[in-house]
């Protein structure tokens, strides 16, 4: 059983909640906590040997902690999540092969894709497959988006490459719910085009970069990052080559932190507590 | 304050701990425990808003810890360190600018050497040097060694390139006491030459390990680790230079984490709090 | 067009050879070449803009190159190649896709595991599987393996992940054609159970070798290697699961390298010309 | 002996080139080089044994290269440099120790502060300091720091931490020759406090980016950068403690490819032929 608690920090807060642990005779397999001293805030993630009572445990929780705690104990073990592609391949076969293999930390409910490219490997995986065609009118096309995803119960929709921006009433719909991969090192190249960005500017470094989207471009809490290194014989296909590895390597490492509960968002930064 | 106990594992130890802590008023700014399951045993350091008192917190401590704790209460916050060179100068005068700066958490009491290379590092710092020439006799030898590094009082031995093999004597009086750099990603090319062996094996990485010294020779807990990637056109010579920045940088690492109090040593492992 | 070339040193190699690019009216997009001064031996690599007259490039390259060169003009840009499995499924899903979205390099002809796991996301690729169940008698079950591969037409077969050692026999049909993942940063921790030798060692880094198979176990020449951090808290368990993603990584980027016929063996090392 | 050239590309180069040193009986150690097909540019590096003759391979090679070539025989084995300062030791004391021990590729000639806490240490090592103090007339202490630096010879300028920001006017005076370290990865974090940026941001690694000084603040070309991960438990000045390893060992590489004259400046970018 998981349970995560994001509340403002207080003495004796770890001490309580250990303590709590111990009179209800639960194990404790792991504990992370971390405290920003700044803010005043407390986040704690326990993994505890027990399945049921969770209620119970939420209740008892809730007495000792501050007032507007967040709380949540025995989070969806097994998310639900919706994937959005465009033509490129890599996250999502990915994310399938994975899925398949039940290794994902979530079940992929369905892909919606504007272009049809990736049609036939989800067929393959038996993944439902929606085309939702992106013209030149964006509110009707989020629109028929809303509706095909609604079909579903989710937890999570994934931009796997999925290279379109999404309205700020779109994004409104499912905040903090909505993660997208970048190839970029953000705040470096955000925007288009950042391997050629990249390229222009003759980094000696190229990344990618796993985040909740807000409404800012590229500008919501980021989850993860990573960083190959390049050099001037690098051309732009070299860089969009090699960036496709850490891409799928960074979507996949973020959407295991956070399928695991342990990714905590507050000020427009992520706590992981690994 | 930093407070280190390591001690055998049992429920509500965390809560205990920490209740006392909240009892005491005192602020817990950082907290990192472990517990090794396979072994029941518990580590934990803290980082407290205090600066008397230790006795008793360390007392109190011991009342609700089991039998055979190991706890240290405001634990030397300036080590002292004897160094120990041949001729190779990147790690002692690592070592050295860190000491002079203040920035090393360890004060240098004299540096020993078998060759007089780097007395003059030595003297520009106003640090002191001896010189103790290893001849044939070994035993001797250490004797001189033991003579010179006993004037001085020391938590830690530091071997910055010391390219000679103690033995097992001189080892069995400082345990856990001696941190040497080896100039391979360990356990691969243990002994002499790593490179050399490095470079005929055609390993794609080289690496360098800072582990405490024990009978064994390069088998002892592990305390840092660092690699950098390597290819065909490295000779010997360019993976010893390229060497020499790793570990450089890996032994200031472990020095740091052993000075911080933050390596705790069992099974011939270590755990690293950080 | 790709040429390579492999060959005793000599003065003025390097201007011969491009003064018959140059005289041959041929552009070169890429030259990459290493002399190994201790053995006095020749590597080169070029990629020309030329699709035919490979053969009669060949013969003008052998006529100013030394006796006993190895030159391979156009060598087979599409490999085949034969896949060993046992049940995980990391590295052949990878495999799979790069097949399927024609980004491998070479096409997978058929996947052989001894196991039947791996047998249905191989019917989902339409991928030939066939069992060759591996018992007591190992010389019956490698006669039935080579029954099975030869089959095929195949440049190379990529044992991904299977954990059957193979006879010095078998190896010798097919000298330098067997690649093989094992689970740490050789020559560290060779032979079974490389991540549970890694948790008892305590080290600070687990990685992923990618090598030609020889009589040695785990001793042919190194394609590629990685490593990730690791520390004490990780259990086996989580070593095995960290170690899966680099593992995929490195056979990916080896097997790549080697598709693009940038990989030269010599003295059980290899010269990779990137 | 070291031969640099930059030119136009044109078929035939590399063979030209090559027939020529094989003509002269020149051993070729080592030739790296590179062809911007965008631009078309061709960059060479050689490394060829031979001491004398400089003038004459100069003057044949010019007659085979096109109009326009730059080419350097034989440049400065030796820089010579000045280092501008503030208050951080760690870049400043790395160059004085690779310096004193001869592994810098350079000779510090003096090193220009703008307060007194670096004098100390560069007067433990022999090496001249001057206090240039900023005041609020920016023009009148770029002439006394102009006045100061003329009175030695020097290839380059370092700034090792110098938190000044130089007018276009004193970087026009020396073109390519003011290299700076700056903590961040660029192009993210250019400006003040590039760490408390990144934390604010909640950036999951940190970096350094060493380069050419141009007018544009923090926009010259880059010649070396590097990262290390980050996370929310890293305060700003955590971020600021481990960047300093990281701005040292940046700096530290990029001063060797420039000393070694392996880096070539076009375009705002970098060639780096290592």
New interface residues.
């Given amino acids: 059983m998981i349970i995560v608690i994001q509340c403002a920090d207080r003495?004796?807060l770890?001490?309580a909640i250990?303590?709590l642990?111990?009179d209800k005779?639960l194990?404790?397999?792991g504990?992370q906590?971390?405290v920003?001293?700044d803010e005043d805030l407390f986040f704690m993630r326990l993994d505890v040997d027990q399945t049921d009572g969770a209620a119970e445990i939420e209740k008892d929780l809730r007495q000792i902690l501050p007032e507007g705690a967040i709380v949540k104990v025995n989070p969806v073990p097994e998310k639900k999540i919706v994937v959005l592609v465009t033509k490129e391949?890599h996250c999502l076969?990915?994310i399938l092969?994975r899925n398949?293999?039940k290794t994902l930390g979530a079940t992929v409910q369905c892909v919606i894709g504007n272009h049809t490219t990736l049609q036939d490997?989800c067929s393959?995986?038996d993944v439902p497959f929606y085309q939702v065609q992106a013209g030149a009118d964006k509110e009707a096309f989020e629109e028929k988006l809303v509706g095909t995803v609604n079909q579903y119960e989710f937890d999570y929709l994934v931009l796997a490459k999925f290279m379109r921006i999404l309205s700020p009433d779109f994004v409104l719909r499912f905040p903090m719910r909505i993660i997208n991969i970048h190839h970029s090192?953000?705040?470096?190249?955000a925007g288009a085009s950042p391997y050629r960005q990249a390229h222009?500017?003759?980094?000696?470094?190229i990344?990618a970069t796993a985040h909740y989207v807000t409404n800012e471009l590229d500008e919501g809490?980021?989850?993860?990052?990573?960083?190959i290194p390049a050099?001037?014989?690098h051309t732009v296909q070299d860089m969009v080559k090699a960036g496709k590895?850490i891409e799928t390597?960074v979507l996949?490492k973020a959407l295991k932190l956070v399928f695991d509960d342990r990714v905590f968002v507050y000020?427009?930064?992520?706590?992981?507590l690994e």
Same sequence: chains 1, 2, 3, 4.
């Avoid at 090192?185 to 190249?189: D, G």
């Avoid at 222009?200 to 470094?205: A, D, F, H, T």
């Fill in positions: 003495i004796g770890v001490a250990s303590r642990m111990a005779g194990n404790i397999n504990m906590e971390f920003d001293n391949y076969a990915d092969v398949y293999f490997i393959r995986f090192f953000l705040p470096a190249f222009e500017r003759g980094v000696k470094l990344g809490p980021i989850i993860a990052q990573q960083i050099n001037h014989s590895e390597a996949a000020k427009n930064k992520t706590v992981v």
